[in-house]
């Protein structure tokens, strides 16, 4: 076979100026053949990567393969198959891939590309492949541009002409029909395409090796063309250049990963499984040769890490893929050459440890105690509560996020986020006062806060376990929690990940929890905590319903806990009524005030017995603060009662009424006796003779009223300090010019003191916070002047240290009249509360404390001017009555307060205008004296 001349025509039939070309015999293994007569060779490596070379076969015309439309190219549309070119492909396949070949170059138009002989084999003595494949009908001679003293060429046309004769191949008229493939270039519904083969393997051909782990193939026999990646695994990519995107920028061991695949699959007949669909619509699957799963193979070379998003979709398990990936850790194989084991810093006595569940915390978070006492906070290993975004009804219906819940307050996670009511009461019912075993996976570290994201404290992350149940997978598989998505190299993650991103995507396919699309559970829950007006008119409907059912959200204190009642579905704070129980740190006029000794014992107590437990509750009463009083049951434990008998409350004298005194009083006198808990340092009451004092003392104080209440009480500031509160005002608002609050960063709490913008001067004052309805609505007390108002938190700014109440104690302070009824009609009050402002504006007076009733100190009033007497003035005027006061030393001042009453009598005043109301203090109509 001799080489082309300079005017020789190209294969193709048209004349090119070629130069000369030596003929030249290279060996190489075949990587692929493109059709019928044209394969890649790829050579020898000798220290770079393998030379590789497209050698059309010289002399022959193959049937052209059918072509897929470039959709970047304008009019290209698809072609198809000439008969028996993929016959034709498929023979050279089956002959030549990766077997070595020998061939000869006739004519190379490019160093890639060249036209010549092949020989099966190591030198021209083999199997001549372009004559073979004339013989078996699968090729047609050249007839254009041959020289004449080509002995070769005869031999390929005697060859043809014996193939015609036996009707081979091509030259079978009756075969042409049915050799043509009817190729399906893409698949419409790729999730119906994949759920068709329910798992089974599927034969296939690999076309093309993109990069390690994703492949094009045609499968057989239907020649459906399919892109597929890897199930589970990732190897390293090549990239598109930003700058030049012709160019690809390959990441360590992409092309070593590539080169690994190709050696092995490219042209390989492989039996694919396929397991899903990529959100690029691509298909996930598994590749098996008969030599060996290459997802394995790439795994244990190190050219592989797994992929949290696909590893569940392969079918042979994730645990296998894991322990590959973590043996070719160890051993720094490629591309983890430079990999290093991250201490989880936790020891080693830490990592296992077994409680009883106390609190739920959080949807994905609960409180263990341990058999030592310990309490320590648990999140549950990867998974995080519901949030908006993750309701799938939400995203259908596309409906906003609500800004404000149904109250117009805030939103309540707990009951306004879908699902999170669900999945707490999951973990309620299933874990609260149960013994759980407690596997520590990681900890998360102590987050500080940014401008975006709260601070976060250290977290302990652990799997959970209860009856041998993964409490976050049963809560992941029922769709009332979310998987995390870990970085990649982030290996502080469940030890049972997989299993949970398993369970995730069942509870996707069957549309659990926050993947339902059906209507969202809507929880309209009413809180009248501290709602004075809604617990009164709440209260008729428990007292009637005797025992009700609730469930403890929260416990404050010993004696104090939230409830809600499912039933009516609101939420109510309750005490637990006939106990005195010692109170914990809380905010008082003078600042934060000390916790009462064993308080903290009496709350740990309740919390054990209560906290998110079914209760049983007798409500009796509320008091002046919303909140309502009763009797609690715990699986028919008297909470009160149990408080007493640890020594860890008091009883209280309204318990005398209660059918539960004598139990309560029998407990109590245990503890006295025993000395226990809180009365530890009880003595016995030395009995002392008390002699009532038969003198009213007198110690007038300067003050001046700064506020007066509809209930005619007053708010008074004792002249003498007056100075220091001026003085302290003035240096604050000083330092506030200087150095103004940012707007809106303070966040208000109830009870929590402040520095508050009055509305009507513009001036900041010291106040404390009373009740919290939204940041648009604030309710404060001035505590140095006792007004009130209500203001947006955008206002209000921190108190700053140096003018506390401890700087100086709120100079404010609230008096009752003594010896005065405030008017039950509400005209009269009004009317009273009218004169009293009047005599008690831009005056200074002079104030006497009689007595001390409910708590407030009763007063009496002198105008410093003229000694008029504030009180005794409202009594003769007819607008309040006189109370009755039993005390030897204010026997007299009574008589002088019923004289001037009994002159408003006579002349008729206001509450007598129509005769005498005290008529009906007659024991006729009930009246006890």
């Not at 051993?331 to 989880?344: E, F, H, L, N, V």
Request: net charge neutral; with cysteine.
């Amino acid at each position: 076979m001799s080489a082309p001349t300079q005017t020789q025509q190209t294969p193709a039939g048209q004349q090119q100026q070629a130069a000369p070309v030596a003929l030249r015999q290279i060996r190489g293994i075949v990587k692929q053949v493109m059709s019928g007569d044209s394969i890649i060779v790829r050579g020898q490596p000798k220290g770079g990567p393998p030379p590789e070379k497209q050698v059309n076969l010289s002399n022959i015309t193959a049937p052209k393969l059918a072509r897929r439309g470039n959709p970047n190219v304008p009019d290209s549309v698809a072609t198809n198959d000439e008969p028996y070119a993929w016959q034709a492909r498929e023979f050279l396949r089956k002959k030549l891939i990766g077997r070595e070949v020998f061939f000869t170059i006739e004519y190379a138009p490019s160093n890639e590309r060249c036209y010549g002989s092949v020989y099966l084999g190591k030198d021209a003595s083999g199997e001549n492949v372009a004559a073979t494949l004339i013989a078996e009908g699968l090729a047609e001679v050249r007839r254009v541009g041959i020289r004449a003293d080509n002995t070769e060429h005869s031999r390929l046309l005697e060859l043809e002409d014996q193939a015609k004769a036996a009707g081979k191949g091509k030259w079978d008229e009756a075969g042409r029909e049915v050799s043509v493939r009817e190729v399906k270039w893409s698949i419409e519904n790729p999730r119906n395409f994949v759920d068709s083969f329910r798992g089974k393997p599927v034969n296939a051909v690999i076309e093309h090796v993109r990069d390690g782990c994703t492949m094009r193939a045609f499968l057989l026999p239907s020649y459906h063309h399919v892109t597929f990646m890897l199930s589970g695994i990732k190897c390293p990519m090549f990239r598109r250049d930003p700058e030049d995107p012709k160019k690809e920028n390959a990441e360590p061991y992409a092309a070593e990963a590539k080169f690994f695949v190709e050696t092995r699959l490219l042209q390989r007949d492989v039996q694919l499984v396929l397991e899903g669909v990529s959100n690029q619509n691509i298909l996930l699957a598994t590749a098996l040769h008969p030599n060996g799963n290459i997802t394995e193979l790439l795994l244990k070379e190190g050219f592989a890490r797994c992929v949290d998003w696909s590893i569940t979709s392969y079918s042979q398990g994730p645990a296998k893929l894991r322990t590959l990936e973590r043996a070719a850790k160890e051993r720094g194989a490629r591309i983890w050459k430079d990999w290093t084991p991250k201490d989880s810093g936790i020891d080693e006595k830490e990592k296992e440890f077994s409680g009883k569940v106390i609190q739920i915390v959080n949807a994905d978070a609960i409180a263990v105690k341990s058999a030592n006492g310990t309490i320590k906070t648990v999140h549950l290993s990867s998974i995080r509560p519901p949030r908006l975004d993750d309701c799938a009804f939400l995203k259908e219906k596309k409906m906003p996020k609500p800004e404000k819940n149904e109250q117009g307050g805030r939103p309540r996670p707990l009951y306004d986020i879908p699902y999170m009511f669900e999945a707490r009461e999951f973990l309620r019912k299933k874990l609260i006062g149960k013994k759980v075993q407690v596997n520590v996976d990681y900890k998360k570290p102590e987050q500080a806060a940014t401008d975006t994201l709260p601070a976060f404290p250290e977290r302990l992350c652990a799997t959970v376990t209860s009856g041998g149940v993964n409490i976050a997978d049963a809560l992941v598989s029922k769709g009332l929690a979310k998987v995390v998505r870990h970085r990649q190299d982030d290996d502080s993650r469940s030890a049972h990940y997989d299993a949970l991103l398993a369970a995730e995507q069942r509870a996707i396919k069957s549309a659990k929890g926050v993947n339902s699309k059906k209507d969202i559970p809507i929880h309209r829950v009413a809180d009248v905590s501290g709602e004075v007006s809604k617990a009164k008119a709440f209260l008729p409907f428990l007292q009637r319903a005797g025992r009700s059912e609730a469930v403890v959200e929260y416990v404050f204190g010993g004696s104090r806990l939230k409830l809600y009642l499912p039933k009516e579905t609101c939420l109510i704070t309750f005490l637990l009524a006939g106990i005195e129980c010692p109170r914990g740190a809380r905010n008082g006029p003078g600042g934060v005030m000390k916790a009462d000794p064993y308080s903290e014992e009496a709350l740990s107590l309740t919390k054990d017995m209560c906290m998110h437990r079914e209760v049983i509750v007798e409500v009796e009463t509320i008091d002046r603060a919303g909140n309502f009083i009763g009797w609690m049951f715990v699986e028919g434990c008297n909470v009160s009662l149990e408080l007493v008998t640890r020594g860890l409350s008091k009883v209280h004298f309204t318990a005398q009424r209660s059918k539960y005194f004598q139990a309560l009083s029998e407990a109590e006198e245990k503890c006295k006796t025993a000395r226990t808990g809180v009365w530890s340092d009880y003595e016995e009451p030395v009995e002392v003779q008390v002699v009532e004092e038969s003198e009213r003392k007198t110690q007038y104080k300067t003050v001046g009223i700064t506020e007066v209440t509809p209930q005619l009480h007053m708010y008074c500031q004792v002249l003498d300090a007056s100075a220091k509160l001026d003085q302290l005002t003035d240096k604050m608002r000083s330092m506030l010019i200087s150095d103004p609050p940012l707007p809106g960063a303070y966040q208000p709490r109830r009870g929590g003191f402040c520095l508050s913008r009055f509305t009507a001067d513009d001036q900041w004052y010291r106040a404390r916070i009373e009740k919290v309805e939204s940041l648009d609505k604030v309710h404060v007390a001035y505590i140095d002047y006792g007004n009130k108002e209500v203001l947006p938190a955008s206002r209000l700014s921190d108190l700053p240290a140096e003018f506390n109440t401890q700087a100086l104690y709120p100079q404010a302070h609230e008096f009752a009249l003594a010896f005065c009824n405030v008017p039950e009609d509400e005209d009269y009050r009004y009317d009273a509360f009218q004169l009293l402002c009047e005599l008690t504006a831009n005056s200074k007076f002079l104030l006497n404390n009689e007595y001390t009733d409910a708590g407030v100190e009763h007063v009496t009033l002198l105008r410093q001017d003229d000694r008029l007497d504030v009180g005794k003035k409202l009594v003769s005027e007819g607008l309040c009555t006189v109370s009755k006061r039993r005390e030897k030393r204010l026997s007299k001042m009574v008589g002088e307060y019923v004289e001037e009453q009994n002159k408003a009598k006579k002349a008729h005043l206001n509450l007598w205008r129509y005769g005498d109301i005290s008529a009906d203090d007659a024991s006729e109509f009930g009246y006890q004296r």
